[in-house]
C-alpha cells in the first residue's frame, strides 16, 4: 500500500487474474498462460486499487463524484468491485480502479485524474524493494494458480486468426540492411551486452543471437537463457531457434527490453527527458539515463532500461550516451554511464 502526493492510496493485487485462473475461457487462458510465462509479462498486467474514500480526496474518478470511477467509459460504483489487499486495516476498502501498471502514465491514467507527481510517485515506487519483492512473491502466486487451471476446450467457432504459433509460423521476413546486422553482430560479442531484445523477424539476425548463445551457455555453464538472454517480437517468428539449439522468450504483447535493445518502429520513445520529465516543470535532462528515452519507468532491475539503443531514429546528441551513425538512417546510442546489468525478466534475490 502506498499513499500518492495526492493523498490517493493505492495497492497492487493480482484478484483479477487469480479469479480468471478458476474457470478461465479459452482466450482468458491463452492470456494467463503468456502473463506466467515471464515476470516481463506478467509485471505489466499488475491491477492497482484504491481505498474507496479519503475525505477530500476523490478516487480516481471521471464524473467529480467520490466513490465512483470510470471503467471502459462506464461509471461504476466501486463498492460494486471490492478486492482483498495484504495489510488492509479493518474496516478500509479497497476497490479496483480498471487501471493495471501498464497504464500508469498514458491517457487512461489521466483519464482518471492522476496527477504528473502522482505518475512520478507510482513509478518510484513499484520500482523500489518492497514493491518488486511483493510482485515477485505474487508471480510465483499466479503460476502456481495457473498450474491448477483446467484447460478449456477450444470453441468451434474461434477465429483462426486469434492464436499464432510463436514459432514457424510463416511470418514474413523483415528485411534489415547490412549495417544494422553487422553492428548487431558486433555489439553482441562485448561483455556489455548479456541480453538482446530483437522484436524483428529476420532470421539471420536470430541465427547469430542463437549461435552467441549457445557459445555463452558452453563457456559459462548456465542455462541459455541466463548465459545469454534473448527476446522476440510478440507476433512471434518464422524460424524456430529451437531447431538450432537456442531458447528465445515471445512477449505477450510490444517488446521486452535489455542491455541491446534494437527499437521497432512502433515503439514509442521518450524523448522530452533530455530537456525535463513530459508535462512536468521538473528537470531531468542531466539525470536521464538512456533506458529513461526508452521506457517511461526505466529501471534495470525490472528489465525497463538498456545499454545500448539501435534504432532508425535520431534523438539527436543525449547527455547520458554516445551517438553513431551506421547507415541506412540507423543511429547506435551507447549510454556512457557505468554498465549496469539488465534484468529482463526481473531480479530475484
Known amino acids: 500500500m502506498y499513499q500518492l502526493p495526492s493523498g490517493r492510496n493505492i495497492a497492487l493485487t493480482i484478484e483479477p487474474l487469480l479469479d480468471k485462473t478458476k474457470k478461465p475461457s479459452y482466450q482468458e487462458y491463452g492470456a494467463l498462460d503468456l502473463a506466467a510465462s515471464a515476470f516481463e509479462d506478467f509485471f505489466p498486467v499488475v491491477s492497482i486499487a484504491e481505498l474507496r474514500s479519503v475525505e477530500g480526496v476523490p478516487c480516481s474518478i471521471n464524473d467529480g463524484k467520490l466513490?465512483?470511477?470510470?471503467?471502459?467509459?462506464?461509471?461504476?460504483?466501486?463498492?460494486?468491485i471490492p478486492c482483498n489487499i495484504e495489510g488492509a486495516q479493518p474496516g478500509q476498502l479497497y476497490c479496483l480502479?480498471?487501471?493495471?501498471i501498464?497504464?500508469?502514465?498514458?491517457?487512461?491514467?489521466?483519464?482518471?485524474?492522476?496527477?504528473?507527481?502522482?505518475?512520478?510517485a507510482f513509478r518510484a515506487w513499484v520500482s523500489g524493494v518492497d514493491a518488486q519483492r511483493w510482485l515477485h512473491k505474487a508471480y510465483v502466486e499466479l503460476t502456481a494458480a495457473f498450474a491448477k487451471a483446467d484447460i478449456p476446450n477450444r470453441p468451434d467457432d474461434l477465429d483462426e486468426d486469434f492464436y499464432v504459433e510463436p514459432f514457424n509460423n510463416g511470418r514474413a521476413?523483415?528485411?534489415?540492411?547490412?549495417?544494422?546486422?553487422?553492428?548487431?553482430?558486433?555489439?553482441?560479442?562485448?561483455?556489455?551486452?548479456?541480453?538482446?531484445?530483437?522484436?524483428?523477424?529476420?532470421?539471420?539476425?536470430?541465427?547469430?543471437?542463437?549461435?552467441?548463445?549457445?557459445?555463452?551457455?558452453?563457456?559459462?555453464?548456465?542455462?541459455?537463457?541466463?548465459?545469454?538472454?534473448?527476446?522476440?517480437?510478440?507476433?512471434?517468428?518464422?524460424?524456430?531457434?529451437?531447431e538450432w539449439g537456442g531458447e528465445v522468450h515471445i512477449p505477450y504483447e510490444g517488446a521486452c527490453m535489455g542491455?541491446?535493445?534494437?527499437?521497432?518502429?512502433?515503439?514509442?520513445?521518450?524523448?522530452?527527458?533530455?530537456?525535463?520529465?513530459?508535462?512536468?516543470g521538473d528537470g531531468r535532462g542531466?539525470?536521464?539515463?538512456?533506458?529513461?528515452?526508452?521506457?517511461?519507468?526505466?529501471?534495470?532491475?525490472?528489465?525497463?532500461?538498456?545499454?545500448?539503443?539501435?534504432?532508425?531514429?535520431?534523438?539527436?546528441?543525449?547527455?547520458?550516451?554516445?551517438?553513431?551513425?551506421?547507415?541506412?538512417?540507423?543511429?547506435?546510442?551507447?549510454?556512457?554511464?557505468?554498465?549496469v546489468k539488465v534484468y529482463m525478466f526481473g531480479k530475484r534475490d
Open 97 to 100: 480502479t480498471g487501471l493495471r
Open 67 to 80: 466513490g465512483h470511477y470510470c471503467l471502459e467509459d462506464i461509471t461504476i460504483k466501486l463498492e460494486d
Open 259 to 280: 542491455d541491446l535493445f534494437v527499437v521497432p518502429g512502433w515503439r514509442n520513445l521518450y524523448p522530452d527527458w533530455k530537456d525535463q520529465f513530459p508535462h512536468s
Open 102 to 120: 501498464k497504464d500508469i502514465g498514458t491517457e487512461r491514467s489521466v483519464y482518471r485524474q492522476w496527477s504528473d507527481n502522482d505518475i512520478q
Open 173 to 242: 521476413e523483415e528485411k534489415l540492411p547490412g549495417s544494422v546486422i553487422n553492428t548487431i553482430g558486433e555489439l553482441i560479442k562485448r561483455d556489455n551486452v548479456q541480453s538482446v531484445s530483437f522484436p524483428f523477424n529476420n532470421t539471420k539476425v536470430w541465427y547469430l543471437l542463437v549461435d552467441e548463445q549457445l557459445q555463452r551457455a558452453k563457456t559459462t555453464g548456465y542455462s541459455k537463457q541466463k548465459a545469454f538472454t534473448l527476446s522476440g517480437p510478440d507476433g512471434g517468428l518464422s524460424c524456430d531457434p529451437a
Open 286 to 339: 542531466d539525470k536521464a539515463t538512456l533506458g529513461d528515452y526508452a521506457h517511461y519507468m526505466a529501471n534495470p532491475n525490472t528489465g525497463h532500461s538498456c545499454h545500448y539503443l539501435l534504432l532508425k531514429r535520431d534523438l539527436g546528441e543525449l547527455k547520458c550516451a554516445t551517438r553513431r551513425e551506421i547507415g541506412d538512417g540507423w543511429i547506435l546510442y551507447e549510454s556512457n554511464r557505468p554498465y
